[in-house]
C-alpha cells in the first residue's frame, strides 16, 4: 500500500470525472472525504469554511442596529442546465435575493446536496463551479454544508438546499405590513423570463432559443434603492407562482387591494410570444432575478430612476398602486379597458390548446 | 404583435361597447361556444362592459371538459403500462378521471409527457423503437387535421410503435343539440372562429335553416368579440337570422380545403358522449378503417372503469348555457377547483372552472361600468 | 378550444416529406408544419395552432375590418361632440 499521499490522502486514486455518485459518497466513510476534499471544498475555499468543522462559528454584527436576516430555499429544478442559468446559479441567487428583500447584505451561505446515485460526477463538478462562482461574484461565502446519497430514481438526479445569513441595516424594517393604499408598485424588468426558459427546455417545446433565465442577484440593486432614499415599504422577488403570487401575499398581509395596469407589465418581446402561443399567463410564470418594490406614490419616480440606473433594473416600470379594500385582491385593468380579478392557480400552469 | 395588438385595442374596444350600448335594446342571450372565446371573455373583463341586459353564456367548447371519464380512464390504464410513453397536450395533464389524473399517474412512476404538437409524438415514437407511444388525441375539428396529418405520417413510415387514443368532437352537432333541448335560452350564437377557419362556414347554414338563430363566426380577441357581439346583436334586434363571419382575416367561407381532405381521409363521423351533456349522434372523428391499426383504444385491451358523475352536478345545463356556475349550490362549496365536482370545473377552461379564477366580485363589476 | 397564433412567415423548408417554415412570433421562432397552407409566402403572416399553420391572414381583410372600426369610433366621437346624429339602422358598411 502507497504511502499517504498529501494531495490524495490514504486513497490512491484521485477522483476521476467518468466516476458516478454511489450510496458510499453519502455514507461519511471514505468516499465521502474523498468527494469532500477532491470536488466540493476546493471550490469553496474561506477561512471559517477551511476550519473542516461540523459547524460555522461567525462574528456577530458589530454596529448596534445591525440584525441578522436568515433564511433558506430548496432547489430541485428540471433540467439542471438551461439557457441563462442553472441550479447552481439559482441555490446562490435565489437564497442572497430572500435575504436582499429585507435589505441585508447577503454574507454567509450553507450548502447541503442530495445527489441521486449515478449522477456523474461531472455534472456535479459543473454544478459546484457555478456554485463558487456566483457566491464570488457576490461576495458571499459558503461556509458550512451537507452532502448525501439517496438510491437510483429517489431524487432527480440532483437537489440542493442553501440557507443564507445576512446583515439588516440599522433601521430598516422592510414588510408587507408598511404597505398602505395609494402605494406604488414597481417592477424591476421583464416578466417570465425564467419559468418560461425552464420549461422550454425541460418539457423540449422546440422554442429557438430566445428564451433566458434571468436568474441575478439583486443585492446591490437593493443597496441602490435604499441609497435613493426613497420610502420603501416592502420587497419582494417574484419566483414560484409569479408576480401573482407575490402580490397576493403582500396584498393579503397588508390588507390592500392592489389594482396592477396590465399594459404596464414589462416582458421581452420573445417570451410574450412565448406566452401566447403556449396559452401561458405571465402574471403566474416565475421569476428569478426580479422584485416588487412597494413605495410610497410621491416617490414613485425617484424610485424608478434609481433602479433603472441599475443594470439589473434597467427596464423598471411603475405598474399599479395599494388601494381600499381588505379582502386581499389583486385587481388587472385590462388592454381593453375591462377588469379581471387575479386569482392564482392549483398549480404551475401548463401549455394549452384551448 | 402582429393581428394581436390591434385586436386589443382599447379605443376600438370602447367604440364597439358604444355601438352595442346604443343598439342593445332588448334583452338577449347569446352563447359563445368555445372555451377560447370563453376565456378571452372573461380575462379582459368583457362581459362586465356590456349592458346588463345582454348576457353571454359560455358553451361547451372545451373539448378536454367533454371528454368523458371513462376515456380518461382507459388513458391512465394504457399510461400505466411500463412500455408505454403517454403523449398529451398540457390541458388534459390535470383532469381527473377515477384514480387521479395523468399527472398523478406520472407520480406513480408512468412515463406521461406533455408535447406542444402531435408530430413531438410522432418523433419520440422513431427515436424510442422499444417503446410504445400513445398520443391523446383531444379536440375540435381545429386540431384534427394535425392528427391527422400524424396518423398519416406513422401510417406511411409503418411506425409499430405508435397510436393514437382518439376523443375528437364536432362543434355544430353541439350547437344544434343545445338549440334542441327543451331549457334552451340561446338567442344566437357566436360560432367558433378557428373551427370555422378549418370546415368552413358552410354547417352553419345548415343549423341556420334548421333553428333560425344568428350565427356570427367569431375570432379570440377582445375586439373580435366585441366585433362578434355587435354584429349578433344587430341581427337580433333587427329580426335577421344569417351567418355572418367577423373573422373574415383567418376564415374564409370553405375553410381550409387541404385540411378538410386530410379529414375526410383518416376520420370518419361517429356518435359521442359529451360528458355533461350526454350522447349526441354524429358528434365526433374515429379512425377511418384503414387507419384503425393505428387506434390505441383496440391496441391495448383495457378494462375501462364506468363511473357515474356527482348527483349534484350540473355540468351538462351549465354546458349547454342554461344555468351559470353561480346558480349551482355547489360552487365554490363542495365543488371548487381542488374538489371539482364534474367536468366544467375540472379543467381550467371549462365555464366553472374560468368563473372561479376570473371571478369578479359583485361590487367591482358595479365600478367598471 | 382552439388558441391559435398569427405569426410571420420567415423561412420554408421540407422534413421528412412534410412542407415545414420557421414563424416567428414576436422574435420567438417556432417550426411549424405548413402542409395546410400551400399558399403561404414568406412574408406572410399564418395562425398556428398546434404546431401546424391553419390559415393565411387575408391582410386585404384585417385591414377592411380595422378601417370600419375605426370609421365606428371616429362616428361615436363626432356623436358625443354633438357633431352628427344617427338614426336607428344606420348601417357602417
Same mark, same amino acid.
Request: charged letters at 25%.
Given at each position: 500500500m502507497p504511502a499517504d499521499h498529501p494531495a490524495f490522502g490514504s486513497c490512491p486514486a484521485p477522483l476521476v470525472d467518468d466516476e458516478r455518485i454511489q450510496l458510499g459518497h453519502g455514507s461519511g466513510g471514505r468516499l465521502t472525504q474523498r468527494l469532500l476534499e477532491q470536488l466540493i471544498l476546493p471550490a469553496f475555499a474561506n477561512p471559517v469554511l477551511d476550519r473542516r468543522e461540523d459547524q460555522a462559528v461567525l462574528e456577530l454584527?458589530?454596529?448596534?442596529g445591525e440584525r441578522l436576516a436568515f433564511t433558506t430555499d430548496s432547489f430541485v429544478v428540471s433540467?439542471?442546465?438551461f439557457p441563462g442559468g442553472d441550479i447552481g446559479k439559482l441555490a446562490v441567487h435565489g437564497t442572497i435575493n430572500d435575504l436582499a428583500m429585507a435589505g441585508a447584505r447577503p454574507r454567509w451561505l450553507s450548502l447541503a446536496f442530495i445527489l441521486?446515485?449515478?449522477?456523474?460526477l461531472a455534472i456535479l463538478r459543473r454544478v459546484v463551479a457555478s456554485i463558487a462562482e456566483a457566491a464570488q461574484a457576490c461576495g458571499v461565502h459558503i461556509v458550512t454544508g451537507d452532502t448525501k446519497v439517496v438510491g437510483n430514481?429517489?431524487?432527480?438526479q440532483l437537489f440542493i438546499n442553501t440557507s443564507g445569513v445576512g446583515v439588516v441595516p440599522p433601521g430598516l424594517s422592510l414588510g408587507a405590513a408598511a404597505v398602505r393604499p395609494g402605494d406604488a408598485v414597481l417592477i424591476s424588468g421583464t416578466l417570465a423570463d425564467h419559468g418560461l426558459a425552464v420549461l422550454a427546455a425541460r418539457e423540449?417545446?422546440?422554442?429557438?432559443?430566445?428564451l433566458h433565465s434571468d436568474?441575478?442577484?439583486l443585492h446591490e440593486l437593493v443597496h441602490a434603492l435604499l441609497g435613493s432614499g426613497v420610502q420603501l415599504r416592502c420587497l419582494r422577488d417574484?419566483?414560484?407562482?409569479?408576480l401573482a403570487a407575490a402580490l397576493s401575499e403582500i396584498a393579503a398581509r397588508a390588507q390592500v387591494d392592489f389594482e396592477i395596469d396590465e399594459t404596464a407589465l414589462p416582458m421581452h418581446a420573445p417570451v410574450r410570444g412565448a406566452c401566447e402561443l403556449l396559452g401561458l399567463?405571465?402574471?403566474l410564470v416565475a421569476n428569478e432575478g426580479k422584485l416588487v418594490a412597494i413605495v410610497a406614490p410621491d416617490d414613485a419616480e425617484r424610485a424608478l430612476g434609481a433602479l433603472r440606473a441599475h443594470p439589473l433594473g434597467?427596464?423598471?416600470?411603475?405598474?399599479g398602486h395599494a388601494s381600499h379594500g381588505g379582502t386581499g385582491e389583486i385587481i388587472i385593468r385590462t388592454a381593453i379597458g375591462g377588469q379581471r380579478i387575479l386569482e392564482l392557480p392549483l398549480s404551475d400552469p401548463l401549455p394549452r390548446i384551448c | 404583435m402582429r393581428y394581436i395588438d390591434e385586436f386589443r385595442d382599447r379605443s376600438r374596444a370602447r367604440a364597439l361597447l358604444q355601438e352595442i350600448q346604443r343598439i342593445a335594446v332588448r334583452p338577449w342571450v347569446i352563447m359563445e361556444v368555445c372555451g377560447g372565446q370563453t376565456h378571452s371573455i372573461l380575462r379582459y373583463g368583457l362581459d362586465a362592459l356590456l349592458p346588463a341586459h345582454l348576457e353571454l353564456v359560455h358553451g361547451p367548447g372545451c373539448p378536454v371538459c367533454v371528454t368523458p371519464l371513462e376515456l380518461i380512464d382507459r388513458a391512465l390504464a394504457i399510461a400505466a403500462r411500463p412500455e408505454v410513453i403517454f403523449t398529451s397536450f398540457? !390541458?388534459?395533464?390535470?383532469?381527473?378521471?377515477s384514480q387521479g389524473s395523468l399527472l398523478d399517474a406520472r407520480g406513480r412512476g408512468a412515463d406521461v409527457r406533455m408535447v406542444y404538437s402531435p408530430l413531438d409524438a410522432v418523433r419520440l415514437a422513431r427515436e424510442n423503437p422499444a417503446r410504445q407511444v400513445v398520443f391523446f388525441?383531444?379536440?375540435?375539428e381545429t386540431t384534427a387535421p394535425a392528427i391527422a396529418m400524424a396518423v398519416k405520417l406513422a401510417h406511411a413510415e409503418r411506425l409499430p410503435n405508435y397510436s393514437v387514443l382518439v376523443s375528437h368532437v364536432l362543434v355544430p352537432p353541439a350547437m344544434a343539440a343545445i338549440l334542441e333541448s327543451p331549457g334552451n335560452r340561446v338567442n344566437a350564437y357566436l360560432g367558433p372562429g378557428h373551427v370555422a377557419a378549418i370546415m368552413g362556414c358552410g354547417e352553419y347554414e345548415d343549423l341556420l335553416r334548421r333553428f333560425a338563430v344568428p350565427v356570427v363566426i367569431t375570432g379570440f380577441e377582445p375586439i373580435d368579440l366585441l366585433e362578434g357581439i355587435w354584429m349578433a346583436v344587430r341581427q337580433l334586434e333587427e329580426g335577421r337570422a344569417e351567418v355572418e363571419n367577423q373573422y373574415s382575416r383567418t376564415v374564409g367561407? !370553405?375553410?381550409n380545403l387541404p385540411a378538410r381532405r386530410a379529414l375526410q381521409e383518416v376520420f370518419e363521423v361517429c356518435d359521442r358522449n359529451w360528458r355533461g351533456v350526454g350522447p349526441i349522434p354524429q358528434s365526433g372523428f374515429q379512425l377511418r378503417p384503414e387507419f384503425r391499426a393505428l387506434d390505441a383504444g383496440s391496441r391495448f385491451d383495457v378494462q375501462s372503469i364506468v363511473t357515474s358523475e356527482p348527483p349534484q352536478c350540473i355540468s351538462g345545463l351549465v354546458l349547454q348555457g342554461q344555468?351559470?356556475?353561480? !346558480? *349551482? =349550490?355547489?360552487?365554490?362549496?363542495? *365543488?371548487?377547483?381542488?374538489? =371539482?365536482?364534474?367536468a366544467t370545473m375540472?379543467?381550467?377552461?371549462g365555464a366553472c372552472a374560468a368563473y372561479y379564477s376570473y371571478r369578479r366580485s359583485a361590487a367591482r363589476a358595479g365600478d367598471a361600468r | 378550444m382552439c388558441l391559435a397564433i398569427p405569426g410571420l412567415l420567415k423561412e420554408r423548408f421540407e422534413t421528412a416529406g412534410l412542407p415545414m417554415g420557421r414563424v416567428d412570433f414576436a422574435g420567438l421562432c417556432k417550426e411549424v408544419c405548413l402542409a395546410y397552407v400551400p399558399?403561404?409566402?414568406?412574408g406572410d403572416y399564418v395562425v398556428v395552432h398546434v404546431g401546424f399553420a391553419i390559415s393565411c391572414i387575408d391582410a386585404a381583410e384585417a385591414e377592411r375590418t380595422l378601417q370600419l372600426l375605426d370609421a365606428l369610433g371616429e362616428l361615436a366621437s363626432a356623436e358625443e361632440r354633438g357633431e352628427t346624429a344617427r338614426k336607428d339602422g344606420d348601417a357602417i358598411h
Open positions: 454584527p458589530a454596529v448596534p433540467p439542471l442546465f441521486e446515485e449515478g449522477l456523474p430514481g429517489q431524487a432527480d423540449q417545446l422546440g422554442i429557438d432559443s430566445e436568474t441575478a442577484p417574484p419566483t414560484r407562482g409569479g399567463d405571465p402574471l434597467r427596464n423598471s416600470a411603475l405598474i | 398540457g !390541458d388534459m395533464l390535470r383532469v381527473p378521471g388525441a383531444v379536440g375540435f367561407k !370553405d375553410g344555468k351559470r356556475p353561480t !346558480d *349551482c =349550490p355547489a360552487f365554490g362549496r363542495e *365543488c371548487s377547483p381542488e374538489h =371539482p365536482l364534474g375540472v379543467s381550467s377552461e | 399558399e403561404a409566402r414568406i
